[in-house]
């Protein structure tokens, strides 16, 4: 079975350039979350979507990030205008439910200069 | 609000060592408790969980986990540990029948094991 897959792995921006980011979770999954993980902390969870409605953005910066799954199976991440404390491992995850094991990809790491 | 602590940043062992990582939570409510590990280069995985039933959790690779209510504690446990058990553990709770499914994460600890 393949697993969640994130594009790009790394990518290096200069401070107020824009960034995107793009997840395919794994096959039928319904429930997608993008996680945000600053070095020495654990992840964070910016936004969840179930199919392609957002269950929760409590904690998505909103001013500058955005993120859409229009039609319920890929999904991308925005940054925009990016500032230094920006710079992260950007995580995607999915799980068959709202209720379900979640499983990562393998992240896009973010340096913001 | 919900926390989750990891009392080890780092922690390093001989191989055949004991290990015993620490994590507790913050939330009077009931929650399910997850294990994650990351080895060097590879992304998040999940080592064990637990939703209900037995608190005593056993997970891949040999590892288990003990849920005690009381202490509020999710400890997880290897009796034995190789060098290819070399990783970042990360500890998470989430609320269980939440409106949501988000995941709250420990800090991690980076577990160094000597050959």
């Known amino acids: 079975e393949a697993g969640v897959a994130q594009s790009p792995r790394y990518k290096i921006i200069e401070k107020r350039q824009s960034v995107a980011f793009w997840c395919n979770p794994i096959?039928?999954?319904?429930?997608l979350y993008w996680y945000q993980q600053i070095l020495g902390q654990g992840p964070k969870l910016l936004i969840q979507?179930?199919?392609?409605?957002?269950?929760?953005d409590s904690q998505l910066p909103k001013d500058r990030f955005s993120a859409e799954r229009l039609k319920g199976v890929d999904s991308t991440l925005k940054i925009q205008p990016a500032k230094l404390e920006d710079s992260a491992v950007y995580l995607c995850?999915?799980?068959?439910?709202?209720?379900?094991?979640?499983?990562f990809g393998p992240g896009t790491r973010l340096t913001v200069l | 609000a919900q926390s989750v602590s990891q009392h080890n940043h780092h922690v390093i062992l001989s191989e055949a060592a004991s290990l015993e990582l620490g994590c507790n939570y913050s939330y009077g409510g009931t929650v399910n408790l997850f294990w994650y590990v990351q080895y060097p280069g590879q992304h998040l995985q999940l080592l064990l969980k637990y939703f209900s039933g037995d608190p005593l959790v056993k997970g891949i690779k040999g590892f288990e986990a003990e849920f005690i209510k009381s202490k509020f504690s999710f400890n997880l446990r290897k009796p034995s540990v190789q060098w290819s058990d070399t990783a970042e553990y990360f500890c998470a709770v989430n609320l269980y029948g939440g409106a949501t499914n988000k995941l709250i994460f420990g800090t991690g600890t980076l577990l160094a094991v000597q050959p």
């Open positions: 995850a999915s799980s068959l439910d709202s209720s379900d094991t979640q499983y």
């Open positions: 979507f179930q199919n392609n409605g957002v269950v929760d």
């Open positions: 096959s039928g999954h319904a429930t």
